[in-house]
């Protein structure tokens, strides 16, 4: 399976500024997907990073506060902008491999602390 | 009411003993169920799949899926330390995008 590279692996920082989060894979993919888990909550999906198009968010996150890049088919970013203490959580990288139904790969995560 | 249902627990057994993790969904249209485990400060790694309705077994673990009552297993036999982490079950259609239960999370004591 896909081997994932997520950068930072856990950040502290300051409410009102922004923090970038890479997502390296190891292969080509044609998926690539950000998810949120706040403690006590489910894995909810961000939003999905296409590739050469802008990213498909799901109900409840918009671009503006989280801008996500997709250069290529190993590499995309999510941006935690203007960030809040509500922001406060672990962000995840995953990738869907070839045409599996099942294939979801998941990075080690960015636990994310907004003071 | 949320599409997945999942007790967090948290669940506490002795080495060796059946674990059985349920969850329960809202939504007929799930066909892929997976269950997936997490440890302490690392990402969900895929642990069992099943599509549509049934059982598959792959050494102590066993996942089931009754579609009529929406409801899905995952039982882990002769359980042992290493089983403890969280155990999140996931779900999807047609669409690409997975929907994950909370997690239950499991503490096996030697």
């Known amino acids: 399976s896909a081997v994932i590279s997520q950068k930072p692996s856990r950040d502290i920082c300051q409410r009102g500024t922004s923090l970038t989060i890479q997502c390296q894979v190891d292969?080509?993919?044609?998926?690539m997907f950000w998810y949120r888990q706040q403690p006590g909550q489910s894995l909810t999906l961000i939003a999905t990073?296409?590739?050469?198009?802008?990213?498909?968010?799901e109900s409840g996150f918009v671009i503006d506060k989280f801008p996500i890049s997709r250069p290529n088919l190993t590499f995309s970013t999510l941006t935690v902008s203007n960030m809040s203490p509500e922001d406060s959580s672990i962000y995840l990288c995953?990738?869907?491999?070839?045409?599996?139904?099942?294939?979801?790969?998941f990075g080690s995560g960015t636990r994310l602390t907004v003071v | 009411q949320k599409e997945v249902e999942q007790d967090p627990g948290p669940l506490s057994v002795p080495e060796g003993a059946i674990v059985s993790l349920n969850c329960t969904y809202s939504?007929?249209?799930?066909?892929?169920f997976m269950w997936y485990r997490q440890y302490s400060r690392k990402g969900p790694e895929l642990l069992m799949y099943?599509?549509?309705?049934g059982n598959k077994e792959d050494g102590r673990f066993t996942a089931q899926v009754d579609k009529s009552s929406k409801y899905i297993s995952l039982f882990i036999r002769d359980s042992q330390p290493s089983d403890s982490a969280t155990y999140l079950c996931?779900?999807?259609?047609?669409?690409?995008?997975?929907?994950f239960g909370k997690g239950t999370t499991l503490s096996v004591s030697s």
């Open positions: 995953s990738v869907l491999e070839g045409n599996s139904n099942y294939g979801y790969t």
């Open positions: 292969s080509q993919v044609t998926m």
């Open positions: 990073a296409n590739q050469g198009s802008e990213a498909t968010y």
């Open positions: 939504n007929s249209a799930f066909q892929y």
């Open positions: 099943t599509y549509s309705s």
């Open positions: 996931a779900m999807r259609f047609g669409g690409t995008a997975l929907i």
